[in-house]
């Protein structure tokens, strides 16, 4: 992307599990450019501070606006709100080839508030584009070097026939805040693993191109790993490759893909009665990674336990064209023609299937999203408030409320310990 005037390019990586428009704003070991606000003829500061903290990562910056022009997307320049980054841990991280972070989720997830008009929503208005964005990441197969350089396409406005093979299989959005979706059941090489289908939604699941792993609670992450073991040909493996501490080498000359089974997540269809598989091939969730040992190859595990959602991240999307389609409310997927090894996919679609015997219902309804739990939170706070303002005053109260009040006894100085507290 171009920002400002005159223009300076950044890289900026896509996540469709935050909202903010976000780059670097001052210089920072981890990245090779930032954008320099004093620089910029157009650029304005609002003076409003934000932070952001993610799965890995926080950082902290200033909201401002600036004119964005995307090169090979949209013509026109478009402004923008654009938060600077000015102090950040474990965001930016050695030998990123970006810049900053373009959150494509909804305004419901933006910082400090949703008053803040996202980017995309922005295009909307402006641009005069249609309310819909598809994600293509290829990558499979190769080596984890962590740059994110492994190219795809993001078509803002539409979908491009060329980055997807056979049909396009649609999921409704649950809830408009993550991209918040339904799933029925998982398999491994075919074995369903016979959970509870609300364990598999517990408290979310969530389609995000900015989660590098699938992530899965943890009580589905100990049943899909148990079921690998129980299905594959690999041998006794320490715990330490199945929670990513460890990793797992081969000689170069062999590949170990061939011993591990196909992963399958089933989602609900927009006909509800009917549902459909996505399958990963272990080419997908077996990773390389780069530059270990000079005979050896060696791999991670390309998931990991999750204490808050279901995650559909880079490891299973990069076998699929991703349409997140706003204006009805669905997410859909298509098998990738980036998503081959040797000309063999490593990414398969299938149904649909009835879902006759699966809870008409699998999200629980008593989960709490993050906006609730701020809401339910100041109510406990005014309530708790309350009663101890009514507890100091009968405690001011003589016995028998004979007392006539004063001026002096209605406040003193032990009423600021309620407002702080209240504060």
């Given amino acids: 992307m171009l920002l400002g005037s005159p223009p300076q390019q950044l890289n900026i990586l896509v996540d469709t599990g935050s909202s903010n428009f976000a780059v670097a704003g001052a210089p920072n070991p981890d990245v090779t450019s930032y954008f320099n606000t ?11 501070d934000v932070t952001v903290k993610y799965t890995q990562g926080s950082w902290t910056g200033v909201l401002g606006k600036d004119f964005v022009t995307i090169p090979k997307g949209i013509n026109g320049s478009y402004l923008i709100n654009i938060a600077t980054i000015l102090e950040s841990e474990n965001f930016f991280l050695p030998g990123v080839k970006w810049h900053g972070i373009l959150g494509l989720a909804y305004d419901v997830l933006a ?24 994600l293509q990441m290829c990558g499979a197969g190769l080596p984890v070097s962590g740059s994110g350089t492994n190219g795809g396409s993001l078509v803002m406005g539409g979908i491009e026939p060329s980055l997807y093979k ?15 979706v339904e799933i029925l ?45 129980r299905t594959s040909s690999i041998q006794e493996f320490s715990s330490g490759f199945w929670t990513g501490s460890q990793l797992a080498c081969w000689d170069k000359t062999e590949k170990p893909w061939s011993l591990f089974p196909k992963i399958s997540i089933y989602l609900r269809d927009e006909n509800s009665s009917r549902s459909f598989r996505i399958t990963i091939l272990p080419q997908l969730y077996i990773q390389p990674i780069l530059g270990i ?42 098998v990738s023609p980036c998503a081959e090894i ?3 996919p490593v990414s398969e679609i299938e149904g649909p299937f009835s879902t006759a015997d699966i809870a008409s219902n699998c999200i629980s309804t008593g989960t709490f999203h993050e906006p609730l739990l701020w809401i339910a939170s100041y109510v406990l706070m005014s309530i708790c408030g309350i009663t101890l303002l009514v507890l100091i005053i009968l405690l001011l109260l003589p016995s028998r409320c004979k007392h006539r009040y004063t001026n002096n006894d209605v406040v003193n100085d032990e009423s600021s310990l309620v407002h702080h507290r209240w504060k």
């Fill in 38 to 48: 004093e620089k910029s003829s157009t650029y304005t500061s609002q003076g409003i």
């Fill in 185 to 229: 059941k998982l398999e491994v090489e075919g074995q369903n693993l016979d959970l509870d289908c609300r364990e598999y939604n517990a408290d979310k699941a969530i389609v995000d191109s900015g989660t590098t792993l699938l992530r899965l609670p943890q009580k589905v992450f100990t049943a899909v790993v148990e079921a690998i073991i």
């Fill in 166 to 180: 056979g049909d396009i299989w649609y999921t409704p959005i649950k809830e408009e805040w993550y991209y918040q």
């Fill in 293 to 334: 040992g000079q005979n050896l190859e060696c791999y991670r595990f390309g998931i990991s336990s999750s204490t808050n959602a279901l995650v559909i991240g880079a490891t299973v999307m990069e076998g699929f064209y991703v349409i997140f389609d706003r204006v009805q409310k669905r997410v859909g997927f298509a």
């Fill in 342 to 344: 040797g000309g063999s």
């Fill in 111 to 134: 910082k400090p508030s949703k008053s803040v008009e996202t980017f995309f929503d922005s295009l909307v208005r402006v641009a005069e584009i249609p309310n819909i964005f598809s």
